[in-house]
């Protein structure tokens, strides 16, 4: 039988929406909160577990593609997209879901493709300015 993935062991290996850079992710359910642990190159990023479920709830409602608009933690993220929403006091809860600061940004770069991954959505492939929607 093989080993569930998105464990430390046998993590999620994701590629960026345009394709361009490898990641992997994996849920680390003993950390408080919860979080997934995504690792590009040497840089580690955490952001909290409840955005898979989170993101997808506000995606169905959404209705519609969203542009993902991925932006670092230091650039302010632009309006109606992905990156704005993981970041807005409007979300579920109330701020970042990315966790380590100085790197909470690029929610909109790394959690569609584990969306994708899992079923939950389905994600524009294209150099530059892609979207996202609920499946």
């Keep these: 039988m093989p080993a569930e993935q998105g ?8 590629k960026t929406p345009p394709g361009t850079s490898e990641y992997t992710l994996y849920k680390d359910e003993s950390h408080d909160p919860p979080i997934l642990v995504c690792t590009v190159g040497k840089t580690v990023l955490h952001y909290d577990l409840r955005a898979i479920a989170d993101l997808h709830a506000m995606l169905k409602q959404h209705g ?55 079923g939950l959505a389905e994600v524009e492939h294209n150099a530059r300015n892609n979207r996202m929607r609920a499946l």
Excluded: C, H
């Design 7 to 14: 464990t430390k062991e046998n993590p999620w290996v994701l």
């Design 64 to 118: 519609d593609w969203m542009p993902l608009g991925s932006a670092d933690e230091q650039k302010p993220a632009i309006e109606g997209t992905v990156e704005a929403w993981g970041r807005s006091p409007d979300n579920p809860i109330g701020g970042w879901y990315g966790l380590k600061k100085g790197y909470r940004g690029r929610f909109g770069m790394y959690l569609p493709p584990l969306l994708e991954a899992l």
